[in-house]
């Protein structure tokens, strides 16, 4: 199911799932990223105990679906409170976290995604759940409540309260 987006001025609009190009070009985005992630001196250090094979698979429906694609991640893949347990308990880690927001911005480059607003909307994104819903937990994944739900991100920031 893909979620439409209605703006409060112009009436319903693109989201930004599909103005970057939908399923395929998450997926694009969610490789690129992962590459460059791997690469790093710094951020790579959070792949080290190993990763899924499906990953940047999952990760591309994860931002998919944030970004008003289809719900496949909720729908076949987990939900928000799993996402956020996987990346808390870790302390703070400021530089990773500004490292992994360089990244994307330069696979946002390797797949073509340069025009704005667009750009700046996904990097937007990006850095808002890198530095908030990923990193509000650094002492336990326990600290996490259940049944969190993926917060949705619009061309104008997060349309959906966290949690």
């Known amino acids: 199911m893909t979620v439409r987006i209605r703006d409060w001025q112009s009436g319903w609009m693109q989201t930004l799932h599909d103005a970057a190009g939908g399923s395929e070009a998450m997926l ?15 951020v ?5 105990h190993g990763f899924r094979d499906d990953h940047s698979e999952r ?12 719900d496949t991640y909720s729908r076949t893949m987990g939900d928000e409170t799993e996402v956020v347990r996987m ?3 870790n302390g703070p880690h400021e530089e990773m976290d500004r490292r992994a927001i360089a990244c ?5 480059d390797d797949v073509g995604l340069t025009e704005e607003p667009l750009r700046g909307a996904l990097h937007d994104y990006f850095a808002w759940a890198t ?11 326990d600290d996490v409540p259940d049944a969190l739900s993926i917060p949705k991100w619009s061309w104008h920031g997060l349309v959906e309260p966290v949690g």
């Open 28 to 42: 694009r985005l969610a490789h690129a990223w992962h590459e460059r992630v791997l690469a790093d001196e710094i």
């Open 44 to 48: 790579s250090h959070a792949f080290s």
């Open 59 to 70: 990760l591309a429906a994860y931002w998919g679906e944030a970004l008003g694609g289809p």
């Open 87 to 89: 990346h808390s308990g």
């Open 104 to 108: 994307f911005d330069e696979a946002l």
């Open 131 to 141: 530095t908030t819903t990923m990193s509000r937990y650094h002492h336990s994944p």
